[in-house]
């Protein structure tokens, strides 16, 4: 059964919506892994547009992807726009990649500016 998520900070389980605290690891009513629960949910974020240097806009990366593994987000779609906080997202979603703390990047579509992260299935 899914249940819908509440708006507040916290979160609950997918499975049963018990409330649960960000780092708990399994449900203490159903047991289910909360880590891989999603909502399906993909978030889009602009880590380009203020002019960032290239290691603040880094910097915010690492935070979204912190945030969203804590959460139930199945998607992060980046903002990257086209120079080298581009390059140097590849290369640090790369290592990401390689230790297994994300299932996956792409481009978006056409899109070279965007870059989509999937988080959980
Ligand atoms: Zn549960």
Known sequence: MKTSNSPERGKSCLDCGMEVSTTTKYCPKCDAELSLQSDGSIITEDIA????????A?????????????????????????????DEANAILGGYLFRRDILGFEQDGNNQGAI??????
């Not at 989509?116 to 299935?121: E, G, K, V």
Request: glycine share 10%.
């Open 49 to 56: 547009h203020h002019g960032e240097r290239v290691h603040e």
């Open 58 to 86: 880094m910097l915010k990366l690492d935070q979204l992807i912190e945030q969203g593994k804590a959460d139930v987000t199945a998607k992060l779609r980046i903002i990257v726009g086209s120079g080298q906080i581009r």
């Open 116 to 121: 989509i992260i999937s988080l959980r299935r």
